[in-house]
């Protein structure tokens, strides 16, 4: 194909792919949306003005019937317009369950079956949602996170946070109004817990070491706390602070890739914690496979920092979902509370990166299924 010809297959495509929107948004019968799809419209297309696709089209229009065709022939579940909301976004909008419920599951099959293909393949395939495979800053890429200065400062509200740079911007890796969260998990994790007198703990990631400070202050204190943690700032404040002199604690120096053949020899945890940063949902899951080998028995509670697409519903609701769908896989049933992190203070961030936008956060409980 020439350059004259190619130029006029795209022009094609984008008529053809204006016309279905534009058909959508004039409510036209679905028959004729259905023909101008097999004349060969792109689902992928969104139009120039906005930047709709047909399947945003169809939430707007709140034609379930179109929606779940759309959905059949391929159309790409998140896909963001120019207002940066996904058809599912415009489904909540309208508060319209059963259109935003199809796009969800649209969304957790795909995903499902990329973790699929990613198991299957060398090298990993990251999962389509946040973190791409093209962003080698510190915030998707460990050894450039490992590599890269850390920064612990105070925010507006006295708070300390401890940031990195990543490309242009900073991103927090851990930020102070996290500590309700943290909380709320060590609350879940540990009250009433059968072997709360003689708690034998893991947590990856110390961070600003705010959860094992929880921990560390619980009515009887653990009698044994292993900390993972890799990056070598956070390990030189962990000294300064005196971890290392604390009873009970084991601190490993490395990432929890490098130490899980000696955690797996330990094993027996009545609770593991897994936090880390710029590592995305394969990582998490591999680590997932793992708690069942980890963990003392059904008593045994497991969490995870449930922060993957936080900065859209839509995303949030598909990782949450697929979280709970392979744990289940692996036996370990997940009960999920809501953690309000609303907050008008549109100073949390200061000048990083946001990434938690959302008014609640899901916080998740595992236990061994042993059904
Ligand atoms: C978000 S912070 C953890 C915050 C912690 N939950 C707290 O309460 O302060 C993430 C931590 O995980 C560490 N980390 C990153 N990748 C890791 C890995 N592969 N294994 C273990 N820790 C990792 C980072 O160095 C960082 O200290």
């Given amino acids: 194909m020439d350059s004259s010809e190619s130029a006029d297959t795209v022009h094609a495509l984008t008529e053809l792919g204006e016309l279905l929107v534009d058909s959508v948004l004039r409510g ?13 419209a792109p689902l992928w297309y969104q139009n120039e003005s906005e ?14 019937e179109l929606v779940q065709f759309l959905i059949d022939e391929g159309a790409v ?50 999962s389509s949602l946040v973190i791409r495979s093209e962003d080698v800053t510190a915030a998707a890429s460990t050894d450039a996170f490992l590599a890269s200065k850390l920064k612990f400062i105070k925010d507006k509200n006295g708070q300390e946070i401890c940031v990195v740079k ?3 911007d900073e991103i927090g ?31 990856i990631g110390f961070g600003l070491g705010i959860i ?10 653990p009698i044994t706390h292993y900390i993972v943690e890799p990056h070598p700032d956070v390990i030189q404040r962990m000294k300064e602070q005196g971890w290392y002199q604390k009873p009970g604690v084991k601190i490993l ?8 053949q000696d955690l797996l020899a330990v094993g027996g945890f009545d609770v593991v914690y897994t936090d880390t940063f710029s590592e995305d949902y394969n990582a998490l899951r591999a680590f997932f496979e793992l708690v069942p080998d980890l963990l003392a028995g059904p008593e045994s509670r497991f969490s995870f920092f449930n922060g993957l697409g936080a900065t859209n519903a839509l995303f949030y609701d598909v990782y949450t979902h697929l979280a709970e769908l392979h744990l289940s896989d692996i036996g370990i049933e997940v009960k999920w509370q809501d953690v309000s992190v609303y907050n008008d203070n549109s100073d949390r961030w200061g000048s990083t990166r946001e990434y938690f936008l959302l008014p609640m956060y899901r916080l998740p409980i595992g236990t ?3 059904m």
Avoid at 28 to 40: A, L, M, R, S
Avoid at 51 to 64: E, K, N, P, T, V
């Fill in 51 to 64: 930047g709709l696709s047909a399947l945003h089209a169809a939430a707007y229009m709140q034609d379930a």
């Fill in 28 to 40: 036209e019968p679905f028959d004729t949306i259905k023909h101008i799809v097999q004349e060969g």
């Fill in 166 to 168: 990543a490309g242009e």
């Fill in 368 to 370: 061994m299924n042993l």
């Fill in 173 to 203: 890796v851990m930020m102070g109004w996290e500590q309700n969260i943290m909380q709320e998990t060590v609350k879940s994790l540990c009250e009433g817990h059968e072997s709360a007198n003689s708690l034998k703990i893991l947590n």
């Fill in 253 to 260: 120096e490395c990432k929890w890739q490098d130490s899980i």
């Fill in 212 to 221: 094992d400070s929880l921990f560390q202050a619980l009515p009887t204190r």
């Fill in 77 to 126: 579940w998140n896909s963001m317009d120019n207002m940066k909301n996904t058809a599912g976004d415009i489904a909540l909008s309208f508060n319209n369950e059963a259109v935003y419920t199809m796009i969800r599951n649209a969304g957790i099959r795909a995903e499902m079956l990329l973790a699929l293909l990613a198991s299957r393949s060398e090298p990993e395939e990251p």
